[in-house]
Structures are given as structure tokens and as C-alpha cells.
């Protein structure tokens, strides 16, 4: 074929054949070629196969071989060589593939090959095993059979044997039946089912899924169900049923009890139980509750003993613990320092605690009673306390001195022995805890130890320098004076006590104080006084409980552990506990929980017997009481209890028979909204001691005008209150006699009546003033002047020897001789 020139077409010039040669490479793979021809469109094969292979690397011959006259146009030899390349290369790749996917594909064969000779040999182990245990079963089965049925026969007469009846003779031929021993061997080791046929057969093909799972049911019999069958032949064998021997239970009964609960604790169904009840005529479901002595009824039917317990039980296993003397060790003493306000407690305390603490400063654990641990010279630990000294907190020095070991009485010697100081002293005696004296202030240059001494003796307080048998010591909180000599004394009074208890016990203390922090929640400082209180120890205190969550010590680091006469604080209650409350360490959350339900049950139940009036005569005296009561609403809100408590107690003090002070609420924690409405609905001022409000309740306040009062002295609060309840007590009236008047002579005057003619014998006669009419010194009339003239004019007053006239309003009983008594009334305001 040929242009019209007559050339030859581009891409066949020096080749064999005419016609158009097309060739291209995809991936390094070679396409099919195909040849274009006038007659026919022939496709050559791809290079390598038969009939069209191409050139290699050596310059095969082939459509693209080495031959320059047979490559496409326009293709240099570089190309042609790497095109070349490339083909090999994709070859060699191509065959790395295949080669990989065999050995691929026969590791896989060979892992599934091993996989399956794995299960089948598992499986059947496991078939094994199982034949093993079913064979040893029927084993054991067949002995016992065989043993009851020799123990019947032995037991039973020998009876002849029978021949079997004819219709019982088998089929077919003359054969006889087997012999009746025979029969039972084999029914002994062929047990028969259903329709005659062996339990032991498989019935049917055995297919692939039975194979594996080892049975044609593919579930087996527990043991359990092995020996309940077991138990029964026996039974049938011994040739009756035996009814298993019934357990005789000691059942828990309180006052009410649920139904499936009452059925739990006896072991018996609840259908049973409930049934029973119905019988005694009492319709009642599973979730209902009965009292105690259908309860009892219920249990004595069923054969099982009644334990009759109350809900005061539930306390009994904080009791369960007694200390053995063997497990006693030795144990800081606790020393509490009391004494009247101003004379120093304190200022010892902290010269005590700054000079002896070995690291850092010793932060207190509260504001009010001071926790304190101290280490001596000799290394000695003593914990301290410090009491406020306010007549108010008279209930903290009461727990300050239940919990203490020893007592520390501050006496400043420049003053007296003060009221605080003489309640102290009853406190330390009715706790039977021995007493050390620190007369304070002793560098003053008007203090007098002598004095203090010999006051002391007033109240039976007689301290060794008197022949006595209290210790004294003269200190100086400001200069060190005598502290090592009081630590000294209070070592010696340590031994001679000698103080122990048992650390490896459940832990039991004493709470101090209790506050509501805003970022830690509910914390109550607690003395340990029996065993250790362990981080995440669950207990009560009071009407509260919880886990410890926290613990802290005086110095404000935490600790895992708390050991006896060591101040912690705690955290992790779920609510204040009251001061003076008893921390018990229990075992579970649903004791302690149980515990603080009945506490606040029991306390509920005595609040509302203490404000109930019980007869009607109560309820009306109570009712005119309180109408003829005036009262003075509060809400006290302190930061911690001790502090609400002592607020409570001073208030309670307020008042007289007209008006008293009421304590709305009182409440550990800043002044919130609720407070506020609380005050608003009721009138009342709140009244924050050492506490503020927070931003709502502040705008609430204003919007509602609640008075919100802030104090941090006690001193100012009481006085304030008191004041404010003063303010509603009515005006004293008192009368001012300012003088007498002798009646002389009586007139009769038309238009206004009878007119006495009086002599002012004493004092002075006003108009405005009250009158009594006297008549032999016997008081018959009280009022007031309608008229009070001298000659004809009407006057305001008439001074002492001038006569005058006297006219009363709406009385005309008046007689010559009579006297008139002249008066004035006086207000007067009155404080409590």
C-alpha cells in the first residue's frame, strides 16, 4: 500500500511486510499486537507466547526487536532497550507473585490441616473422658441396684418361681423365654426407656454434628442431676419414699417484717409462706409486711425458733469489742486548758507549741477548741486542747473535759478566781481527771501566785505548796517562764495515770468540733481514743455516717492513719455530726447506714415527745402561754457547731416571762437563699457568726429587706439580741404622787354638778393629773378632773395651802371630808 506519491507509509519503510504496526506498553506489560493488512486484521500474540516471541535482552528478532527496521518510527535505541527492561522486569515481578501466592496459599492449607487434626483430637479427648465418667456412673449405679435388690431378697421369704402366663410367652418357634434372672442382669445393665427401647442405643443415623458434640442430644447430665436420680432409685428400691430431715433455724424477728423477707430467713418458698398466711386468714403478697406476732405465728407453723429483736439491736456490734490487757499499749495523754477569758489559755498554749513543735508551724484545727500534738525534749507526744473561756461555751469545756486525760487550770495571777474558772474546776471534778494549776501572768509586776492559791481553797482546790495534792506551776506566756516545769509536771502526772489502749482494735473517738467547709464538704475534728482510724474505714458518728475519705492532722498534712489520743480532721461524712458526738468504726456501709436511720429516728421521736403537749389542759396552758409571750425570731448561722451550739444556749438565756428569743433555724455554713426566705416569711434577722452570705443571697436579701447582721465576738451578739428583745417589752408605768386635797364643803352647781370646795393640804392639784377619791383611807373611786377652778376662773394647777374647786368626770358620790389623792403616771422602759 502506497501514498499518492507513491511513497511508503510511515512505520513500514525497510520492513518485510506493508501494513501498519502498532505496539504500546501498559504497567511494563506488553499489549497484543495488531497488524493492519489491505486484506485482513490479523492480532499477533503477546511476546513470550507461541508463535510471537519477542527479543530479549540479547536482540531477539521479533516485531520490536533490536532490528532498527522493525521498530515503530520515531523510537530511538535507548528507548527501545528501556522499554526492553521494563518488560523483564514486569516478567520477573510477575513470577516473583505467582510463586509467593502458591507458598501462600500452602502454609494456609497446612495451618487449616493442622487446626482441624487439633479440634478432632480435643474433641475427642473429650469424648473419651465423658465415656469414661458415664461408664464409672452406671458403674456405680449398677453395684448400688444390685446391693438393694440382694438386701430386698434377703429381707422377703424365698417364693417359688412362676412360669410366665401364656400369653406372655414369646413369639415364633418353640424357643423358651429367658429366665426371670436373666432378665433382670440384663435390664440391670440395659436400662430400657420409653416404649421399651434402650436409653443406651442411639436411634437413627449418626450424622457429623452428633459426632462432635458427643451425643445425640449434645447436652449432658450434671452431677447434680446424676445423684438426685441416684438418691430416688434408692429410695425405690428401698421400697418407699424417705422425706429428707427438715432444719431447725433461729429466726430474726423485729417489730414489722416483709414477707419474702420473713421466707429468706426461714429457708422456706415464699408460695409456701404466703400460703400459709392465707390459711390463718390474713390475705397478703410477697412485698407486703406484717407485724411481729403474725410473724411469729408464721414461723412456729413452720417449726423454726422466733428471736425477737427491737431496732435498737442495731447498735449492738459497736459494743461486740473488748480489749484484752495483753493487746494494751501505751498512749499520749490528752490535756485540756481551761480557765476564765483574758487569763491566758491560749497565749501558754501557742509559747508551748511554737517552742516545742520540731518541724514547721503547728496549725490549728479550729478556731474554738484547739487540737494540738506536742513533742517534748525527751520525745514525749502530748496532745493539747484549748477550751474557750466565754460563759457561752460552757458545753465545749464540758466535752473538753470528758474526752481529757488532764486537766490544766490558767489562773492569771494579776486577777482572781473568776466564774469561768470556778465552772472549770466542777467540770475537772465531775470527770474525775486530775487538775494541774498554771498560775499565768507571773511577770506582771502586780501579779500575786499567793493570792490565787490561797482563793483556790475556797473551792477545795488545795495545791502542794498548801500540804495539798494538786501540782501548781507559775508561768509566763510572754517571757517562757516555767513552761518546762509545767511539761515537766504534766509528764509526771502521765506515768502515774498510766495511760493506755489497744491500736489493733476497730477505731472509736470523740468529735470536738464539726464544720460545713465549702470546698471539702462536712469535716469534723475527731479525738481517737480507741483503736486506729484507718483511710477508707466506713463509720457512724451520731446521727450521721460515712467513708474516710481524708485525713488530716494539726499541722495540716495528710495521713493514712490515726492512732489513740491523736486529733485528725475527717472527711467524707454526709452530713454535720453534732460536737460531742462518738465516732465507731463498723464493718459494712449497710450497718453504719442502718445505725444513723435509727439514731434519726429515735432523735425525731424524742423532739416531737419533748414539744408535744400530751392532755388538752396542756394544750390550752401551752396556747396562753404563748399568746401572752412576746417573741423575738432568729436565724443563727456559725462556722462551725460549737460555735451554733454556744449561740443556741446564750439565746435560750434571753428573756423573761413576756418575751423570749426564738432560734428559727441554726445551721453550720454561709448564709444562702434559703435562709433568706426562711427569715422573710417568718420576720426574723439572720444572724452570722464568723460566716458571710453569699452573692444570691445578699440580692435577695435586699429585694425582700431581710437584715443580715455579721459578728465575730460573741460578747456583741448576746448583747445586741438582748436589746432588740428589750425593745418589745412594754413600758414600765410608774406613778408620782404630787399631792393631797381636803374636801371642805360640797356645791351644787346647775349645768355641772356637785363641786367640792377643796384645800390643797399638800403637794400641788393639776388638771391633767389622775385623781383617787379616798373615804376613811379606803380608795372608792379612780378617774380624772372635769373641772378645776380657783374663785370663777378655770386654772391649771393650785399650789399647797390655796383652796379651790373640783368637779370629777362622770362620778358625783362625794361627801365632806372626803380626800383627793393627786397623781401622775410615768413610762419608763425596761431592759432585760
Not at 499567793?450 to 482546790?461: A, Y
Not at 436511720?597 to 396552758?621: H, N, S, V
Not at 383617787?772 to 380624772?784: Q, S
Amino acid at each position: 500500500m502506497s501514498d499518492s506519491d507513491g511513497k511508503k507509509p510511515l512505520g513500514l519503510r525497510g520492513g518485510p511486510r506493508s501494513g501498519n504496526v502498532k505496539q504500546s506498553f501498559s504497567h511494563g506489560r506488553t499489549k497484543n499486537v495488531v497488524v493492519e493488512t489491505k486484506r485482513k486484521r490479523v492480532v499477533a500474540p503477546k511476546p513470550g507466547a507461541a508463535g510471537g516471541k519477542t527479543g530479549g535482552a540479547g536482540g531477539a528478532s521479533g516485531p520490536t526487536g533490536g532490528d532498527p527496521s522493525k521498530r515503530p518510527a520515531g523510537i530511538s535505541d535507548a528507548e527501545m532497550e528501556r522499554r526492553m527492561k521494563a518488560l523483564a522486569a514486569a516478567k520477573a515481578r510477575e513470577a516473583e507473585d505467582v510463586k509467593k501466592r502458591e507458598e501462600d496459599e500452602k502454609a494456609r492449607a497446612a495451618d487449616r490441616e493442622r487446626r482441624r487434626a487439633e479440634i478432632e483430637a480435643k474433641e475427642r479427648e473429650e469424648r473419651e473422658r465423658e465415656e469414661a465418667l458415664k461408664a464409672k456412673q452406671e458403674e456405680e449405679e449398677r453395684k448400688k441396684l444390685e446391693e438393694a435388690e440382694a438386701a430386698k431378697k434377703a429381707a422377703a421369704p424365698a417364693e417359688p418361681v412362676q412360669p410366665p402366663a401364656p400369653e406372655q410367652q414369646p413369639r415364633g418357634g418353640g424357643r423358651s423365654a429367658p429366665g426371670p434372672r436373666k432378665d433382670k442382669e440384663r435390664d440391670n445393665k440395659q436400662p430400657k426407656g420409653k416404649g421399651g427401647r434402650d436409653e443406651g442405643r442411639r436411634s437413627g443415623k449418626l450424622t457429623l454434628n452428633q459426632a462432635l458434640r458427643g451425643g445425640e442430644g449434645g447436652r449432658q447430665k450434671s452431677m447434680a442431676a446424676m445423684k438426685r436420680k441416684q438418691e430416688r432409685a434408692r429410695q425405690k428400691a428401698m421400697g418407699g419414699q424417705v422425706d429428707r430431715e427438715k432444719v431447725i433455724r433461729d429466726v430474726q424477728l423485729p417489730e414489722a417484717i416483709v414477707v419474702s423477707e420473713l421466707a429468706n430467713r426461714m429457708a422456706e418458698r415464699v408460695a409456701d409462706v404466703v400460703k400459709a398466711l392465707m390459711q390463718n386468714g390474713i390475705m397478703a403478697t410477697q412485698t407486703q409486711a406484717i407485724d411481729a406476732d403474725t410473724a411469729e405465728l408464721i414461723i412456729e407453723e413452720f417449726g423454726h425458733r422466733v428471736v425477737r429483736v427491737s431496732d435498737a439491736d442495731v447498735e449492738q456490734v459497736i459494743d461486740t469489742i473488748d480489749d484484752k490487757e495483753e493487746d494494751m499499749q501505751s498512749r499520749p495523754p490528752v490535756i485540756t486548758v481551761m480557765g476564765h477569758v483574758d487569763h491566758g489559755k491560749t497565749s501558754v498554749l501557742d509559747a508551748i507549741r511554737n517552742a516545742r513543735v520540731t518541724a514547721g508551724e503547728a496549725g490549728g484545727i479550729t478556731q474554738h477548741i484547739g487540737a494540738y500534738q506536742v513533742q517534748t525534749e525527751s520525745g514525749s507526744v502530748l496532745t493539747f486542747l484549748d477550751t474557750p473561756g466565754h460563759a457561752a461555751f460552757t458545753s465545749m469545756r464540758a466535752r473538753g473535759a470528758d474526752v481529757t486525760d488532764i486537766v490544766v487550770l490558767v489562773v492569771a495571777a494579776d486577777d482572781a478566781v473568776m466564774p469561768q474558772t470556778i465552772e472549770a474546776i466542777n467540770h475537772a471534778k465531775a470527770a474525775k481527771v486530775p487538775m494541774i494549776v498554771a498560775i499565768n501572768k507571773c511577770d506582771k509586776p502586780d501579779a500575786s501566785p499567793d493570792k490565787v492559791r490561797t482563793d483556790l481553797l475556797q473551792h477545795e482546790v488545795i495545791v502542794e505548796g498548801l500540804s495539798g495534792d494538786v501540782q501548781d506551776v507559775e508561768v509566763s506566756a510572754i517571757n517562757g517562764q516555767g513552761l518546762d516545769e509545767l511539761l515537766e509536771a504534766i509528764a509526771l502526772q502521765s506515768e502515774i495515770l498510766e495511760l493506755k489502749a489497744n491500736p489493733d482494735r476497730a477505731a472509736q473517738g470523740a468529735v470536738i468540733e464539726a464544720q460545713l467547709d465549702v470546698g471539702r464538704g462536712p469535716v469534723a475534728t475527731v479525738l481517737i481514743q480507741k483503736g486506729t482510724l484507718h483511710q477508707g474505714d466506713i463509720f457512724v458518728v451520731g446521727e450521721q455516717w460515712g467513708k474516710v475519705r481524708a485525713m488530716e492532722n494539726d499541722q495540716g498534712k495528710r495521713v493514712k492513719e490515726a492512732g489513740p489520743s491523736v486529733p485528725v480532721e475527717v472527711l467524707g461524712l454526709n452530713g454535720t455530726p453534732e460536737a460531742g458526738d462518738v465516732l465507731n468504726v463498723v464493718e459494712t456501709e449497710a450497718q453504719a447506714r442502718e445505725i444513723a436511720e435509727y439514731r434519726q429516728e429515735a432523735a425525731k421521736d424524742k423532739r416531737a415527745a419533748a414539744g408535744a403537749a400530751t392532755t388538752l389542759d396542756q394544750l390550752l396552758a401551752k396556747a396562753k402561754a404563748d399568746e401572752n409571750v412576746k417573741e423575738l425570731p432568729i436565724l443563727v448561722k456559725a462556722d462551725v457547731q460549737g460555735s451554733a451550739e454556744a449561740i443556741i444556749q446564750a439565746m435560750e438565756k434571753i428573756g423573761n416571762d413576756e418575751v423570749r428569743v426564738r432560734v428559727l433555724h441554726s445551721g453550720v455554713g454561709a448564709i444562702t437563699e434559703t435562709d433568706i426566705g426562711l427569715a422573710e416569711a417568718s420576720g426574723a434577722p439572720v444572724i452570722g457568726f464568723n460566716v458571710r452570705a453569699n452573692a444570691p443571697a445578699r440580692n435577695s436579701a435586699n429585694q425582700k429587706g431581710v437584715e443580715i447582721r455579721y459578728y465575730s465576738v460573741i460578747y456583741d451578739l448576746v448583747d445586741d439580741v438582748k436589746a432588740a428583745a428589750s425593745g418589745l417589752l412594754s413600758a414600765e408605768v410608774r406613778e408620782n404622787f404630787i399631792g393631797y386635797a381636803e374636801i371642805r364643803e360640797v356645791f351644787k352647781v346647775s349645768g355641772v354638778g356637785k363641786v367640792a370646795g377643796c384645800l390643797v393640804t399638800e403637794g400641788i392639784a393639776r388638771r391633767s393629773a389622775g385623781v383617787r377619791l379616798l373615804r376613811d383611807d379606803v380608795v372608792i373611786h379612780e378617774g380624772t378632773l372635769k373641772t378645776l377652778k380657783r374663785f370663777k376662773d378655770e386654772v391649771a394647777e393650785v399650789i399647797s395651802g390655796q383652796e379651790c374647786g373640783m368637779a370629777f368626770e362622770n362620778y358625783e358620790d362625794i361627801r365632806q371630808g372626803d380626800v383627793i389623792e393627786i397623781f401622775e403616771r410615768e413610762e419608763v422602759e425596761r431592759s432585760l
